[in-house]
C-alpha cells in the first residue's frame, strides 16, 4: 500500500506540474509573438516611410520675408561739362563747384523719382560723377567731341555731356537732348548756369529712370510674390531662356489662290539682328509653315459706304476670338519652350477687303494686331489683280512692311518699351532728337532696362516657386523628396545669393546669369517627377493596403493576451480564497 501510495502521489505530483508548465509555455509563445511584433513595426514603418531630404526652410524664409538680401539697382552718371578752350572767359567759362552740382542733381533726381514713393524694399543709388571735357569753340559737331571722351560703357553707367549753344542758341526751349545708342546724351543749354546744369541735367536723368524704376519695383515690391496683372505684365510673355518662334502663313481659300513666301531670307535679313542682340537675355529657335483652308473662327461684319470701297471688317471684341484653335495646327512639336506665333492672314476674295476697326469704330492703318503672351497677326487682302496663274508669292522685300510690324510686336511681348514715348514727358522744356535707330530695331538704353526688369522678375519668381516647394513639402508629409530636389534648391539659393551681391556692385550681366540660373533650378526643383508621383498618396492609402495583413494577425494576438490576463485574475482570486 505504501507503495502504492507513494506512486499515487508522484502520479499527483506530476498532474500538478502539467498544468504550470502549459500555462508557462503558453505565455512564453504568446510573449515571442509580441515581441517579433513590437521588434517588427519600426522596421516596417521605415521601409514604408518615404524619403525626405531636409529643405532649408530658414534660408527660404529669410527671403520670402525679405531679410536674406537688400535688392539694389544702381546708376552711374558721368557728367562731362565743357569747358571751352577758346570762348571768352566772361561770357561761358565762370568757375562751377562741381561736389555742389553733383549733390544739387542727386537730390532733384530722388525728389522727382520719389515724391510718392513709400515701399522700401528695393534700393536704386545714384551716383553723379562730374568731369570736366575739354573741347574748342567750334562745338557743331559735338558726337566728334565726346568720342573722345567715352569710357567703355556698362549698363547702369551712363554719359552726359552739357555744353552751350554756340554760337547762338538754335532752341527757344531751356536746353536741346540729343540721346545716343550708346549709353549717353548730349545736352546744350541756352544759358550756361549752375542751375540750368542741375535742373536739365536732374529732369533728364528723372525721365530716364523713372518709368524703368517704377517697373522695377513693382515687380520686386510685390509682397505676395506673384506675377503682375498690370497692363504691361500682361502683355509680357514670361521669361525663358528660350522661345520658340512660329511663322505662319495662312490662306483661308486656296482654291482661288495659291501663296508662298520666302519667310526664310526675311528673317535672316530683318530679325536675326535682333534676335541677336537681345540674345544676352533669352534665344529664339524659329520655324515656318504654310496652311491652307484657314477659316476665320469669327463672321467680319459688312461695312458698306456711299462713293467709298465697302469692307469687311472686324470688332475689338472680336479679336480675342480670331484664332481658330479648333482647325489651324499652331502647336509646336519641336520644342517645349513657350512660342511665339506670328501669322500673316490672307483672307477668301468674298471676304476681302477685311480691315481691323480700334475702340473708336476706326480702321488701323496697320491692319494689324497683338494678342498678349501669344503672339501677334497680320491681315494681308488679296491684291486685286492676281497672276494668270492665281499664285501669291511673297519675296523679302514684300515681306519687309510685314516683318517691322512683327518686330515691334516682339519687342512688346518680350517688355521692351519705346526709348521716345519714356522720354515724351521731357519735352515740354526741352528739344528732343535721337540718334538714327540701329539696324538691330533696339537701342542700348532699351536693352539695359529689359535687362533689369527680366533681373527682377526672375529673382521674384525664383522667391515664390521655392516658397510654394516648402509650402508643398509641409502639408503633404508623405511627399518625395530626394537628395536631388535638396541640390537644385541649394544652388537656386546660392544663385539668389550671387544674383544679389552682383546687383550691389553693379554688373548687372553678371546678376542676370544668376538670376536665370535661380529660375531655372527652382522650377526644376519644383516641377521634378519623382514630387509629383506621389502627391497623393496619403497615410489612409497605405493603412487601406496593411490593414488585411494586420487586422488578422493582430486579433488573434490581442485576444490571447485578454485570454491570458482574465486567466491570471482567475487564478489570483482561487489563491486568495484558498489562504482565506
Known amino acids: 500500500m505504501a507503495t502504492d501510495g507513494s506512486i499515487i502521489e508522484k502520479e499527483s505530483d506530476v498532474s500538478c506540474l502539467n498544468p504550470y508548465m502549459t500555462e508557462t509555455r503558453k505565455r512564453l509563445v504568446i510573449a515571442s509573438f509580441w515581441v517579433v511584433v513590437l521588434l517588427g513595426l519600426p522596421l516596417w514603418w521605415k521601409t514604408t516611410a518615404v524619403y525626405r531630404a531636409q529643405l532649408p526652410f530658414a534660408q527660404i524664409d529669410s527671403w520670402v520675408d ?16 565743357a569747358s571751352i578752350a577758346d570762348a571768352d572767359p566772361k561770357a561761358h567759362n565762370h ?9 544739387a542733381i542727386a537730390a532733384s533726381v530722388d525728389q522727382q523719382i520719389y515724391q510718392a514713393n513709400t515701399q522700401q524694399c528695393v534700393e536704386f543709388p545714384l551716383n553723379i560723377e562730374i568731369k570736366e571735357w575739354r573741347i574748342t569753340s567750334d562745338i557743331i559737331d559735338l558726337l566728334k567731341h565726346t568720342s573722345e571722351q567715352r569710357e567703355k560703357s556698362t549698363i547702369g553707367r551712363y554719359d552726359i555731356f552739357l555744353a552751350p549753344q554756340l554760337p547762338a542758341p538754335t532752341s527757344t526751349k531751356r536746353a ?10 548730349i545736352i546744350t543749354l541756352r544759358e550756361w548756369t549752375t542751375s540750368d546744369i542741375e535742373e536739365s541735367t536732374a529732369a533728364a536723368i528723372a525721365t530716364l529712370l523713372q518709368e524703368e524704376r517704377e517697373r522695377v519695383q513693382s515687380i520686386a515690391c510685390d509682397n505676395e510674390l506673384r506675377e503682375r496683372s498690370n497692363l504691361d505684365g500682361l502683355r509680357t510673355m514670361k521669361f525663358s531662356p528660350m522661345y520658340q518662334m512660329t511663322f505662319s502663313l495662312m490662306n483661308e481659300d ?8 520666302d519667310i526664310e531670307d526675311a528673317v535672316n535679313t530683318y530679325l536675326r539682328p535682333f534676335m541677336s542682340e537681345v540674345s544676352v537675355i533669352s534665344n529664339f529657335s524659329v520655324d515656318s509653315q504654310i496652311q491652307h483652308f484657314a477659316q476665320l473662327a469669327v463672321t467680319p461684319q459688312y461695312m458698306e459706304r456711299q462713293k467709298l470701297p465697302s469692307y469687311y471688317y472686324l470688332t475689338p471684341e472680336t479679336l480675342p476670338h480670331f484664332i481658330n484653335s479648333a482647325e489651324w495646327n499652331l502647336a509646336s512639336a519641336i520644342s517645349t519652350y513657350p512660342t511665339i506665333n506670328f501669322i500673316l492672314y490672307i483672307p477668301a476674295q468674298n471676304k476681302s477687303p477685311l480691315r481691323i476697326h480700334n475702340s473708336k469704330g476706326q480702321p488701323v492703318r496697320s491692319n494689324a494686331f497683338l494678342i498678349p503672351r501669344w503672339g501677334g497677326i497680320v491681315i494681308k487682302n488679296q491684291p486685286k489683280a492676281l497672276t494668270a496663274s492665281g499664285a501669291l508669292a511673297f519675296g523679302k522685300e514684300d515681306l519687309k512692311p510685314f516683318m517691322e510690324i512683327f518686330v515691334a510686336q516682339l519687342r512688346t511681348l518680350i517688355g521692351i ?10 519735352e515740354t522744356s526741352h528739344e528732343i532728337s535721337y540718334e538714327s535707330a540701329p539696324q538691330t530695331a533696339v537701342t ?9 526688369q527680366r533681373i527682377a522678375e526672375n529673382i ?11 509650402q508643398l513639402v509641409m502639408d503633404i508629409p508623405n511627399m518625395v523628396v530626394l537628395d536631388h530636389i535638396r541640390t537644385e534648391v541649394e544652388i537656386s539659393l546660392d544663385s539668389l545669393e550671387q544674383a544679389c551681391q552682383a546687383l550691389q556692385q553693379q554688373d548687372y550681366m553678371k546678376a542676370l546669369t544668376h538670376s536665370i540660373s535661380a529660375i531655372e533650378r527652382s522650377e526644376k526643383a519644383f516641377f521634378d517627377p519623382t514630387m509629383v508621383s506621389m502627391l497623393y498618396f496619403p497615410d489612409e492609402h497605405k493603412y487601406a493596403i496593411y490593414m488585411p495583413l494586420f487586422v488578422p494577425v493582430s486579433v488573434p494576438m490581442i485576444m490571447a493576451v485578454v485570454k491570458e490576463f482574465k486567466e491570471a485574475r482567475r487564478r489570483r482570486k482561487e489563491a486568495k480564497s484558498k489562504t482565506d
Open 66 to 81: 525679405r531679410k536674406a538680401c537688400q535688392l539694389t539697382f544702381p546708376s552711374t552718371f558721368v557728367v562731362h561739362l
Open 95 to 103: 568757375p562751377l563747384d562741381y561736389p555742389t552740382i553733383e549733390n
Open 176 to 185: 536741346h537732348v540729343k540721346l545716343g545708342n550708346d549709353r549717353s546724351m
Open 254 to 261: 486656296p482654291s482661288g489662290l495659291q501663296v508662298d513666301w
Open 417 to 426: 518699351h519705346d526709348l521716345k514715348k519714356i522720354m515724351s514727358p521731357l
Open 444 to 452: 542700348v538704353t532699351e536693352l539695359d532696362a529689359v535687362i533689369k
Open 460 to 470: 521674384v519668381n525664383s522667391i515664390a516657386t521655392l516658397k510654394s516647394l516648402a
